[in-house]
């Protein structure tokens, strides 16, 4: 087992030497480059350039050198820990994305197990009453959810939370607690914003959460064991949770993987309408306007966050399900 | 310390005693001075020294009675909504405190400055107020501008490409002197009438810096050890990245930088909300004894500039046009009781809301060479029926214009607005006949020279449906003078780039940026002086990179703009410069290099009922005045403040 933990760490490395090189591949590929964007959208709106200091500002980003030479002066800083420089904000990338991660990753947790809070539930319960109006009822709430553009939601909840509530539009909490150091009137605030989001982001992946309980206990609900234990007169329950629940859960385990870039990069659009003070927002930004190490760096975090969660859902599934045996790899 | 700054104040009183008794001044001792509240406590600590002694010996008096306005009273927070954390140089641009600026007619006035003096075009003498002071309470001096001057413009690792360009004439930098504490001057060996208006500019030529702050980050200043370790705990690459850092006037990002303006940054990014607050050293005053400005802060809360017309509505700024659209009127004038606020509606300032760019430049050949027929120019100006579009999409609210001049420009003519500009499809006919245009397809759609249909895309930066309405309108019309457009919206970027290379054979954009101008303003935007000038990119280059790329212009009347936007830089007078302005705009309404439409369309202007001097009609444009600018928002105030 350790020498496969060994081995499964030795392979991250150059999966994420690839990336990154994937990476700063594709934020080259649009046409110009940060400065030019910035440049065009000043013109846009009408305003002056100041030509001298785009000239400072593209010298000092290097942008003087070729673009391999860029790589690896961003893939250097990246090895020591240098996330480099966001154009768009001037400030260390590290700084950017700290500023914010608090609140994303609480409003992605919040969201998780919301997910899991409503999905386990009804997923079981449809996968038992198959066909049954409980089932078609709760599937076809599940496939509003999926169906119904997040976006769209965020904003309808957001006007009728403002009628209703008076909760002001936009943003995690309200103006005047933005910037300001944690209290418990700020707490409080963001406790009255955050089930906007919590439920817009939630519920789609609620709906997918739900098909995905109900197929995978559906196909245990109808193996053998299942049907013996029934006619063995095992509690219900039993023959319920402790077995076929238990083995219809290696998707869920699998999926833990995906979940820790999840919780950091939290659900983008959503964020951006509601102008939530997440990363997410700040990744599409960056994009947009070919904030290069912002993106780069931020996408590369992604990747290890991604890496490190497929590593810990694939040792999670080797220890919870002792059908998954290592040592048969060797003679494949 | 004090004795110092005594001493200097002395000296300055000295030197400019002569001036004393200017129209709208009162000594000082005369009166009585009335302190802002939010500022009590630091006074009466004695952090601060009082009023009279925080202002200049001769503070710039805003006579609000005479503006027909009111006098207001201190207090309060204006709100104001952004889409984007670089916005926070709005606040530098509406607090608009330059060294000279223009007023609400368009003069030019010294308002940093006490006044300045040109002689013969070209030199230039600058008087510092007396008794003027940074944020901070440091003296603010001839040595600011020579700090600006010696350490940085003309330090070649600050400044890679040397002085600011509005700085150069034929190349050369101007001779800098400190004539006293309070006074510098610039000597050119040829005029330079570009000097002042930059200095004006809503993104101004800053040629003064906070230099007893900055020299802390200055290597020729500095203690190499402390730089050092500042650079280290900053972690920038080296000193010059510091100082740039530090030093930011335009695009504030430091709250320990010293400011002139009326209110200064005290948020450190990154944030979402960043708070302005007074300058307690500000440099206007009311008649009555108060300090502007009125309002003791300014926030802004950067959000999604998508929400921001929602947020407005629900009441959350007091004072908001940016990234509000003339299609969120209705929606906003309905939310007006529950959100307290007036929307007014305020004229733009570009010379077109929208205008046609047949690309000079183009690739292809054959529609280079139509497109160089003033005849096709011509013709399609005439086929464009703008009342329609005037009415259909602006509510009738905007002008039928040439893209030129506003009428609140003084170079407006009335015969540069309607040039070419009446809807008469037959002569359109006539002139494309005449240009070799005249066999036509059998669905009216004209043959050109080489055979193929006269087909040709338009492509626009994709950033607004109205852009698409009104080509779809002007689509109709053309089609019954036998061309046929089909719009294509790219990516901005990514458009630019395609007019650049001339792969693009019309494109369209707004008008002149600034359609306000007087003679004493830069002609620049009717030469071709710049690449990002979409009808003439490569003569625009040319001129820009100074012959190394590009192509220089090869019609006489595009030559003859160069020329005489050359001979304005060259003016020695306003009545020379107003004979070049005319001359040039009268080359433009004539040659229809580009095609104007509709100007003077609306900006909704959200102003809170609370909210006193907010003038119910203005321009809103970058330059000139800076948008709110030019209207001096540290006039405006709240009507139940405690004060």
Redesign the interface.
């Known amino acids: 087992m350790l020498l496969y933990i060994f081995r499964r760490i030795l392979i991250m490395i150059p999966t994420l030497l690839l990336t990154s090189a994937l990476v700063f591949t594709i934020m080259e590929l649009p046409p110009g480059d940060y400065f030019e964007s910035y440049m065009a959208e000043l013109q846009a709106q009408g305003e002056g350039v100041d030509k001298a200091r785009i000239e400072f500002l593209k010298k000092e980003y290097g942008f003087d050198k070729s673009p391999v030479e860029r790589y690896f002066i961003w893939l250097g800083g990246l090895l020591q820990g240098d996330l480099g420089y966001s154009f768009e904000y001037q400030m260390p990338v590290s700084e950017l994305v700290g500023s914010r991660i608090f609140l994303t990753v609480l409003v992605s947790f919040a969201t998780i197990l919301l997910t899991w809070l409503i999905a386990f539930p009804i997923g079981i319960y449809s996968a038992t009453h198959q066909y049954s109006w409980g089932d078609y009822g709760l599937t076809f709430l599940g496939l509003m959810g999926i169906a119904v553009p997040n976006f769209l939601l965020a904003l309808i909840l957001m006007y009728f939370a403002n009628v209703w509530f008076g909760t002001s539009i936009g943003h995690l909490m309200a103006p005047e607690y933005l910037g300001q150091p944690m209290s418990w009137a700020k707490f409080k605030s963001i406790l009255e914003h955050m089930w906007i989001p919590v439920i817009v982001i939630g519920l789609a992946g609620t709906a997918s959460m739900i098909r995905k309980i109900r197929a995978n206990l559906l196909d245990e609900l109808q193996k053998q064991y299942t049907i013996t234990a029934k006619a063995k007169g095992l509690h219900p329950f039993k023959a319920l949770v402790k077995y076929p629940l238990r083995s219809s859960l290696n998707f869920f385990v699998g999926g833990i993987g995906g979940i820790l870039p999840e919780i950091v990069s939290g659900a983008e659009i959503v964020a951006i309408v509601l102008s939530l003070e997440t990363t997410g927002p700040l990744l599409i930004k960056a994009l947009q306007s070919q904030d290069m190490y912002l993106a780069g760096s931020f996408l590369m975090f992604l990747a290890l966050l991604t890496v490190i969660g497929v590593l810990i859902s694939d040792i999670a599934l080797a220890f919870l399900d002792p059908r998954i045996r290592l040592q048969g790899r060797s003679t494949r | 310390m004090t004795n110092a700054i005594d001493r200097r104040r002395f000296n300055c009183i000295l030197l400019s005693a002569p001036a004393l008794g200017v129209a709208g001044y009162l000594p000082a001792s005369a009166r009585d001075f009335i302190e802002p509240p939010y500022l009590k406590d630091q006074i009466e600590a004695k952090r601060l020294p009082p009023l009279q002694e925080r202002i200049p010996v001769k503070p710039r008096v805003i006579d609000l009675e005479r503006m027909g306005r009111k006098p207001g009273r201190y207090g309060g927070q204006i709100?104001m909504l952004m889409g984007d954390?670089?916005d926070v140089r709005m606040v530098v641009v509406y607090g608009y405190a330059r060294l000279v600026g223009y007023d609400e007619n368009l003069n030019l006035v010294p308002d940093i400055l006490e006044n300045f003096e040109v002689e013969d075009g070209r030199i230039f003498t600058l008087r510092i107020r007396p008794g003027h002071r940074w944020s901070d309470g440091h003296p603010f001096t001839a040595e600011d501008f020579r700090y600006f001057w010696e350490d940085i413009a003309n330090n070649e690792k600050?400044?890679?490409?040397g002085p600011?360009?509005e700085m150069l004439v034929d190349g050369k930098p101007p001779v800098f002197e400190v004539l006293d504490e309070c006074t510098v001057r610039y000597t050119w060996p040829a005029p330079n009438p570009a000097f002042i208006p930059a200095l004006a500019?809503?993104?101004p030529l800053y040629i003064y810096a906070p230099s007893h702050y900055l020299k802390q980050f200055h290597v020729k200043y500095a203690h190499p050890a402390e730089l050092e370790l500042k650079v280290t705990s900053a972690?920038v690459?080296d000193w010059?990245?510091l100082h740039?850092?530090m030093g930011r006037m335009?695009r504030p990002?430091n709250p320990d930088l010293p400011c002139l303006d009326a209110w200064c940054l005290s948020?450190a990014?990154?944030?979402?909300?960043?708070?302005f607050k007074r300058n307690p050293y500000f440099h206007r005053i009311d008649t009555e004894g108060r300090q502007l400005p009125y309002a003791d802060e300014i926030?802004l809360?950067i959000?999604?500039s998508?929400?921001v017309a929602?947020?407005t509505a629900?009441g959350?700024a007091d004072l908001q046009a940016r990234y509000i659209r003339f299609d969120d009127y209705t929606f906003l004038k309905s939310a007006e009781k529950r959100g307290g606020f007036n929307v007014e509606l305020w004229g733009r300032?570009?010379g077109s809301r929208m205008a046609l760019l047949p690309n000079l430049n183009a690739e292809d050949p054959v529609w280079r060479k139509l497109w160089r027929d003033v005849r096709v120019r011509r013709a399609l100006s005439l086929a464009i029926d703008r009342r329609e579009i005037n009415q259909a999409i602006f509510y009738g609210l905007g002008r039928e214009s040439a893209n030129t001049m506003l009428p609140q420009s003084p170079l407006h003519r009335l015969e540069y607005q309607t040039a070419w500009t009446r809807f008469d499809l037959d002569q359109a006919n006539k002139l494309l006949d005449e240009a070799g245009l005249a066999k036509r397809d059998w669905d009216g759609i004209r043959y050109l020279p080489d055979g193929r249909r006269a087909e040709l895309v338009v492509e626009t930066?994709g950033?607004s449906t109205e852009q698409a309405d009104v080509l779809a309108l002007i689509r109709d019309n053309w089609l019954k003078i036998g061309i046929k457009i089909y719009t294509r919206p790219t990516q901005?970027?990514?458009f630019?780039?395609r007019v650049y290379a001339g792969s693009v054979v019309m494109s369209v954009w707004?008008g002149l940026?600034n359609a306000l101008a007087t003679p004493d303003m830069s002609p620049h935007e009717l030469a071709p002086t710049g690449q990002?000038q979409l009808q003439w990119p490569k003569w625009g280059q040319h001129y820009e990179e100074k012959g190394a790329v590009g192509e220089p212009p090869d019609l006489p009347e595009v030559r003859r703009l160069l020329e005489l936007y050359l001979a304005w830089r060259q003016s020695r007078s306003t009545a020379e410069r107003a004979v070049i302005w005319h001359e040039m705009l009268k080359i433009h309404a004539d040659q229809v290099f580009t095609i104007g439409t509709v100007n003077g369309t609306r900006q909704p202007v959200v102003v809170s009922k609370r909210l006193v001097n907010v003038p119910e009609e203005g321009i809103w444009?970058?330059?000139p005045g800076g948008y709110f600018g030019r209207y001096l928002p540290d006039t405006f105030w709240f009507r139940d403040t405690a004060e």
């Open positions: 709100r954390p670089k600050l400044s890679l490409t600011p360009a500019g809503a993104l972690r690459r010059t990245s740039e850092r335009y990002q948020t990014p990154p944030s979402t909300r960043f708070v926030i809360n959000g999604s998508a929400l929602a947020q629900t959350e300032g570009e930066a950033e901005r970027d990514l630019r780039k707004s940026d990002a444009a970058f330059d």
